[in-house]
């Protein structure tokens, strides 16, 4: 009765729109001030439920394969276990060390992973789902831009590993919305046609329909293309 009381707490979790929780932490790679200390960077703030655990290794060695190409876009990868440091490096020199998975090998993770054996990042950030699991973090991911404001959140069970293909789809979304004030339809990959915003955000319905650049299939869904080019632009840091 008395777990159960527990297990359905109310806790405060963030919210898409919200400034990102500030927390100092112990990483793998020093301590952190957070988000203040990616203050002009885009970062994905990510938990997993625990080292040395074989859903979690595919994702590390996945993410860590990929930090090159986020940090292309000017994203920094931050990942979170309620696991302690000593645990977090023994976990990560073994994955360089031992694994070898889908032709990846040797993989070093560069990225800060935050020590959170007190649980209180992980609080904070509502990765603690109890009726899921009450001693690990559930797979969250946290996009949060250049101003410390989460922009979007995804939240996975313990049973299911990532798709890190989506994950930068989203962020490469995110800054082309930003960056030419469109949205971006279902499945949308760089490249594709663009959603313009609604009869009013942008010119009326009668002047949208008659304007060459848009595909208007009907007042309230109107497309223009944006070249893939034109959005690597935009997007890509010169590193
Ligand atoms: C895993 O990463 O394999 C895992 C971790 C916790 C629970 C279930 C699976």
Known sequence: MEQNKEQNKTV???????????????TTQGDIH????????????????????????????????????????????????????????????TI??????????????????????????????????????????????FFIDPKGIIRSIIYYPLSLGRNFDELYRVIVALQTADAFEVATPADWQIGDDVIV????????AKERMEDEDMDCKDWFFCTKKLDKQKVLNAIMKNI
């Open 12 to 26: 405060s979790m963030p919210r898409i729109g919200d400034a990102a929780p500030e927390f100092k932490a112990s």
């Open 197 to 204: 915003g609604p009869a009013g955000s942008c010119g009326t």
């Open 96 to 141: 360089k060390e031992k694994i070898e998975y889908r032709g990846m090998k040797d993989i070093e993770v560069n990225f800060p992973l935050i020590d959170d054996v007190g649980m209180n990042v992980a609080e904070k950030y509502g990765m603690i789902q109890p009726n899921e699991d009450s001693t690990k973090a559930v797979r969250a991911v």
């Open 34 to 93: 957070f988000p203040a200390d990616y203050k002009g960077e885009w970062v994905i703030l990510f938990s997993h439920p625990a080292d040395f655990t074989p859903v979690c290794t595919s994702e590390f060695m996945t993410f860590a394969s990929m930090e090159d190409k986020f940090a292309k876009v000017n994203t920094k990868l931050v990942g979170l276990s309620v696991d302690g440091l000593y645990s977090h490096i023994a976990w990560l020199r």
